[in-house]
């Protein structure tokens, strides 16, 4: 009967130790899959990260393209204008310039 009970106490032993080892194994298990699946999301975040930061430059870079080509834009056409009416006045300012060039030399003179 005590040999029964030992046997009994050692499988039982047995039994557990086999269960505890066998839990320690899925817990190394779940552990080695939870950091890789965290090191997976970490690399698709920071994949996303980094396309919706080139994103985000190449819309800039093209709306700062834009509004250069605006203000380029209205600045040739403000220098036209200029020209223009520069051009409709220089008959006058030529005059203008002859007269007082005249002034000059008979003062001098």
């Given amino acids: 009967m005590k040999t029964d009970v030992l046997k009994n ?7 557990y130790r086999s269960m505890i080892n066998t839990a320690m194994a899925d817990k190394k ?28 430059l190449a819309d800039a870079r093209q709306q700062a393209e834009s509004k250069h080509a605006e203000i380029a ?17 220089l008959d006058e300012a030529v005059k203008l310039l002859v007269s007082r060039f005249k002034e000059q030399l008979h003062v001098q003179a």
């Avoid at 106490?9 to 039994?15: G, H, L, R, S």
């Avoid at 999301?41 to 996303?48: C, E, N, P």
Wanted: hydrophobic share 30%; glycine share 6%.
């Fill in 29 to 56: 298990r779940t552990i080695a899959d939870a950091e890789l699946e965290a090191d997976n999301l970490i690399m698709k975040a920071t994949s996303t990260a980094e396309d919706y930061t080139k994103k985000r």
């Fill in 73 to 89: 834009g209205k600045g040739e056409q403000r220098a036209a204008e200029l020209k223009d009416a520069g051009s409709k006045r």
């Fill in 9 to 15: 106490i050692k499988a039982t032993e047995d039994e």
